[in-house]
């Protein structure tokens, strides 16, 4: 579900996880209409602009047609058969609500400034972009719809705090050992040994401990993340309206 890249960056040389929930990053979540479990039943009227029901949450037939739309847009060197478009669309629709729910379990909720925080990163490695709405117009004029950008950086923010959420609650459990932090330089210095010409240019290990430390934590929180996610999908409760 989830990729972890490890960079050390030139200058304060510390070593960084990139964490990126890969299954979730070019979907946004469509305002559907929710329910909770304990609300009355919908009418006929909704009933028939209803497509699936995924743990309570309504998912319509315009918004189906919209992941399929969106499946289409962003696999389309694949050429993909309609039917496999719309299973493809099923299986994100499911795996964006599901995500929904871990985020509702875990009291995610993020800021304006976090939501920035995000653009500024974005902004950051883009040379032509210097502002959110410069970000925006970017996204547009390679077809990203606005809507789907924004919350395509929200989502993106909300699995960061969803990780720091974890390196919280599970700190003890998910602390790497000595051995963790060895290996994972041991990994780093030899592949670093097969680049550079000088073993000097090669980070010590003392001086990268901690970030690697860090890195690691990070990382095992995400595996952590992952798993309770895929237990939450293999429980989901889903419903095709006929």
Do not use: C
């Not at 009933?47 to 962003?74: C, P, W």
């Not at 969803?162 to 998910?174: I, T």
């Amino acid at each position: 579900m989830a990729k972890t890249h490890k960079v050390y960056l030139a200058g304060g040389f510390l070593l960084v996880a990139v964490v990126a929930v890969a299954t979730y990053f070019f979907w946004f979540l469509p305002e559907e209409q929710r329910r909770d479990k304990g609300d009355e039943e919908p009418t006929e009227e909704e009933l028939a602009d209803i497509y699936m029901v995924v743990n309570g949450n309504y998912v319509t037939h315009e918004k189906f047609d919209r992941y399929v739309q969106q499946v289409s847009r962003d696999r389309f060197e694949e050429n993909l058969s309609r039917e496999e478009l719309r299973e493809e669309a099923k299986t994100k629709i499911v795996e964006d609500l599901v995500l929904e729910d871990l985020f509702k379990e875990k009291e995610i909720i993020i800021t304006e400034k976090e939501i920035q925080d995000r653009y500024n990163r974005f902004i950051q490695s883009i040379a032509a972009v210097e502002t959110r709405e410069d970000y925006l117009s970017y996204r547009e004029d390679r077809g990203f719809p606005r809507k789907e950008t924004e919350n395509y950086v929200e989502r993106l923010a909300r699995i960061e705090k969803l990780v720091d959420a974890y390196m919280n609650d599970y700190h003890e459990d998910l602390e790497p050992t000595e051995e963790d932090i060895h290996n994972e330089y041991q990994e780093y210095y030899e592949e670093q040994k097969e680049k550079e010409e000088s073993l000097e240019n090669i980070l010590v290990f003392e001086n990268v401990k901690e970030n690697i430390r860090s890195y690691l934590l990070r990382k095992n929180a995400v595996a952590k993340a992952n798993e309770d996610f895929e237990e939450m999908e293999e429980r989901a409760n889903i419903i095709f309206i006929e």
